[in-house]
């Protein structure tokens, strides 16, 4: 057979690249949107210069120390770094999808030296020959049915859907660094103030002992100060343990050994944000974990094209061409060539279903991975919301514990002068110094559910990270 060359044109290279492919275009799955959040009633619009976070998400909240211990995570933390090196290897993935595309060219050179122990020519010296080959070849897979192009599609989306994933994952764990941080902020203020009433009940403790001593105070009010004094003691060493466990686990997140790594007390100076509620279809562009599991979905849908592709032939040019020669120092001419030119074309005969089995499981992949997307997205609306009315709520409940735990110290002031006056029973202040703590206590922890819920929404909000960063 003979090939014209000019087959080899441009103009049908372009022809072949870009003809038609076999299986489904991509579409995106339509998934229900809502038009608000339901828990948004009362909560603050969403404004483009508000104070979204334009990268740092962490920025909001001032703290400077803070800032420092997120920005580790991307450098050290070791999932971070594993999903880091998946990535990697989905982009080197989809860079060999995209040289399938193109010919392939090798070439290849060699000298050998023969020769046969026993025998020998007529004159009776022994035979040795000598052969020496210089070459290239080319082979190029036409792309006739798309086969190639939706393979590139399905490992492009692949390598986006890792680079989601790998923000998802980097996004969770400054997440979690920026929830146990503002926890251990909270122990801090809350040791303090159970090392405060320490210091009282120690106090008071010195006091009722002089007394005792003198025979104007009795047993069992000296039995109630000790167990008062205790008490808070052993809450502050509870409080130590679980301070110690947030600092080790900040320490994980940043990939650093527990033992090298300390987060001494410090005022806690970081602002609570007021954070606007994006509206609702935006969240399909800022929530990494949902372009994830989208580009899972045009994955898999290409992948059903390479799966039909199946039914169809495959197509290879080749040439090769090159000198072979006896001697090396006229390898190089004409009477020397070799070459040869040819095309191939091969194909399932007859595989008993199998292809139609392989087309079959990949669409049922696609749907799987079309219900697991709108999972994705219901799950998204589902934090928002609850996080919404966390947040919400706790606003409230906030200020009626603030006022509920000022009560309580003016209350326990109030009975502390009247025990100093001598007006009413030691058993009447522990009572009120109890509930006192208890609600300072009380207010602490919502704080800090507060400033967690506020991390939360953040996160469940995408926090600084658009869909648009995806390599294109």
């Not at 509870?238 to 080790?248: F, S």
């Not at 039914?311 to 190089?332: C, E, I, K, M, R």
Request: aromatic share 8%; net charge negative.
């Amino acid at each position: 057979m003979k090939l014209n060359y000019g087959v080899f044109s441009p103009l049908f290279f372009a022809l072949l690249l870009t003809g038609c492919a076999v299986g489904p275009d991509y579409h995106r799955p339509t998934v229900a949107v809502p038009l608000h959040y339901k828990e948004a009633q009362g909560w603050h619009e969403a404004r483009p210069q508000d104070e979204r976070s334009k990268g740092e998400w962490w920025a909001v909240y001032h703290d400077e120390t803070l800032a420092s211990l997120l920005r580790q995570v991307k450098i050290s933390n070791q999932n971070v770094a594993m999903y880091e090196a998946q990535y990697r290897q989905a982009r080197a993935l989809a860079a060999e999808s995209r040289a399938d595309l193109f010919p392939t060219v090798s070439g290849n050179a060699s000298g050998t030296r023969s020769g046969s122990q026993g025998s020998s020519n007529s004159s009776g010296q022994r035979t040795v020959s000598n052969a020496f080959s210089a070459g290239a070849s080319a082979s190029w897979e036409l792309d006739l049915w798309g086969k190639l192009r939706r393979t590139l599609e399905q490992n492009k989306a692949s390598q986006q859907a890792s680079q989601a994933e790998l923000a998802s994952i980097t996004l969770s764990a400054q997440s979690e660094l920026a929830q146990d941080y503002f926890q251990l902020r909270i122990m801090d203020q809350q040791i303090a103030l159970y090392q405060r009433s320490v210091s009282a009940y120690q106090r008071y403790l010195q006091v009722i002992e002089n007394k005792y001593q003198a025979g104007s105070e009795s047993r069992a009010t000296l039995a109630q100060a000790q167990t008062q004094l205790e008490s808070a003691r052993a809450s502050a060493l509870d409080y130590q343990w679980q301070r110690a466990q947030l600092e080790h686990a900040i320490a994980l997140l940043q990939g650093k050994n527990p033992a090298s790594f300390r987060l001494p007390v410090a005022a806690f100076t970081a602002t609570l944000p007021v954070i606007p509620s994006a509206l609702p279809a935006d969240l399909l562009q800022r929530r990494p974990d949902i372009a994830y599991a989208e580009r899972n979905v045009a994955a898999q849908n290409a992948a059903v094209g390479v799966a039909i592709a199946g039914y169809y032939p495959d197509l290879t040019l080749s040439a090769s061409g090159g000198f072979s020669s006896s001697v090396l120092h006229n390898l190089v001419s004409l009477p020397n060539r070799v070459w040869s030119l040819g095309p191939e074309l091969s194909g399932t005969l007859l595989d008993f279903g199998a292809t139609s089995a392989q087309v079959e499981q990949a669409r049922a992949a696609y749907d799987a991975s079309v219900a697991s997307y709108r999972q994705a997205v219901l799950e998204g609306f589902v934090e928002v919301e609850n996080y919404l009315v966390e947040l919400h709520t706790l606003d409230d409940e906030r200020l009626a514990r603030q006022r509920a735990s000022d009560a309580a110290q003016d209350s326990a002031r109030v009975t502390r002068n009247q025990y100093d006056a001598g007006m009413i029973d030691y058993l009447d202040v522990a009572t009120t110094e109890n509930t006192s703590l208890s609600q300072q206590q009380s207010l602490l922890s919502l704080q800090s559910t507060q400033w967690v819920a506020s991390v939360k929404l953040i996160a469940a909000l995408g926090g600084g990270w658009d869909a648009q960063s995806l390599s294109q």
